[in-house]
């Protein structure tokens, strides 16, 4: 059974970090590209950063590019995302999914969502002011 579970969600104080995880089992994280999504209420889910699992490329949308960082332990089939200097807007339900990486990790991540085949459950992030 193909499953995705995040884990390391919380609440945090503006300016502090957390590390997200996404662990994967029923598949071998291998020739794929991880995605992280978030959705806060009321809004819609928004790309964050991807990473290839082949090659280690990353790509980051600009609303976390230089806070947030992308990596893959393909020993632990585990991608994760570590956040730094968060701030109050951060607040969403943090999502990671997979999708077949058959073209460019940034033509993915930029692409249609429907392109993720795999989801996990998502993990609460909030932060506080």
């Known amino acids: 059974q193909v499953q995705l579970v995040e884990s390391g969600g919380g609440l945090v104080q503006a300016g502090g970090s957390l590390r997200l995880s996404c662990a994967a089992s029923g598949f071998i994280l291998d020739k794929n590209i991880i995605g992280w999504f978030r959705q806060a209420p009321g809004k819609e889910r928004e790309g964050l950063s991807c990473i290839s699992s082949s090659d280690g490329t990353t790509y980051y949308f600009d609303s976390v590019e230089g806070r947030f960082s992308i990596s893959v332990d393909n020993a632990k089939n585990t991608v994760y995302l570590q956040m730094n200097t968060l701030k109050p807007e951060d607040t969403a339900v943090y999502y990671c999914?997979?999708?077949?990486?058959?073209?460019?990790?940034?033509?993915?991540?930029?692409?249609?969502?429907?392109?993720?085949?795999?989801w996990g459950q998502g993990t609460q992030v909030t932060v506080s002011s």
């Open positions: 999914a997979t999708a077949v990486d058959w073209t460019t990790t940034q033509a993915t991540c930029t692409g249609p969502e429907y392109e993720f085949d795999y």
